[in-house]
């Protein structure tokens, strides 16, 4: 990889694991982040209608395939390259982030469970950005908890009628078609998930709905009356809906993790020659032991996590069992980290951090939404927790015991 004229505050050690080939798609991503993305970030983030021109940029430069199989004209990136790719993003732009790893989210169940034919439609268009998709799990009464599902398939000759309602859906506004998921109407345990197109009778979207960050991907509501699907626009078998989900999910929130490492890189960066540059009290701002003190506290925690992001990354590529809790552990740690980091990142650069004009008040405001979507951070405690207790019950004891139980120790 080519150096640019000063080394990074943060090196490139996490990119040794990657081939040559991909090394330069991560380097083509830095000149993309540093001749359009950056520089235009916070114009995009101005207002929160979708951000088409980035979006066709990632399309066209072949980042937007990287979620797709090679036989419809993706690259099928591993997760290692992709958490290079969302960082690098993230780093400059949250909503450049964000489509990449929202793409995860809306299409990976097409690319997962659609039938072979469904797949040669929609796939390469969902490539080259031609087409769209949305991922339509979260409704009024179910968010954390998705098992608490209300939508509803009604089993037809042709297929299935969906109603039901669903809210918070990036990209409606703007996606062709859209996963939704949902129940059977005789039996709420069989998940199931379809593809419902824009048009269909019965489908409609709500206006888009304001909210504090993550502009350049807006979100709205969808209603389904009654919404006819054939059976060939299920995605999946009966009962598969909920797996289908959990596996975009699981994709989106390693993006998410890297997203937000991103995020507190670039925030580290600008808080750093913030501090270097700002003298106060007779002597650069950086050389007080309390702002060095902060500045490492930052520097070693996005270490470790990055750490821990591309032992998750790695996991997934190899198919181990355990990566959800791996990648439950990297979204919790990144995220929770990443909102401190430019909280702390904001106080140092003071008044001047605080403004519209500085990126630092639009890094402050995306970085909430990662601690909320793809599963909160209290969820994820709770996941992480619920199985290391389980994997706790049958490992091996630590050999400083005795034997047997510790309830007669
Ligand atoms: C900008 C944005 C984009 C989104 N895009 C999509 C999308 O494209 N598709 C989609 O389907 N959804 C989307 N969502 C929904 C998102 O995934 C949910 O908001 C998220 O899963 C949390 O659900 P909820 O908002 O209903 O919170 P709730 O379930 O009401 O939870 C509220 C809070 O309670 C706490 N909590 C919940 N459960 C527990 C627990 N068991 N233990 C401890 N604390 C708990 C957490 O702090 C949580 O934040 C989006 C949301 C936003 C804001």
Redesign the pocket.
Known sequence: MNHPRHPRLFGDHFLTSLTDEEQTVVQRVRELCRDTLGPNAAEVAQQDVFAWENFRLLAREGIVGTAFPRRFGGTDARQQLRVRIIEELGRVCSTSASLIT?TD??SRAIVAGASEALQEQLVPGLCTGELQA?????EPEA???VRGLQTRFRRTSEGYRITGR?K????ASTADWFVIVGCAEDDPSTFLAALVPRDAPGFSIGPEVG?LG?YGVP?SSLTLNDVAVPASHRLGAEGEGFSLAQDALLRARIGHAAMALGRAIGAVEIAAAYASDRSSFGKALGEHQGVQWMLADMVTSIEASRALLALTAQKYDNGDTDVATYASMAKLQATDLCMKVVTDALQLTGGRGYLQDFPLERFFRDAK?NQ????????HK?VIGRDWMRRARSAERNPCLREGSLVDY
Do not use: N, P, Q
Request: glycine share 18%.
């Open positions: 929202g989210l809306s949305a991922f339509g799990l979260t968010g954390s908890d669903k918070f859906i990036t990209r909210k993550w979100i939404l909320i979507g793809e599963g909160a951070s209290e969820v709770t």
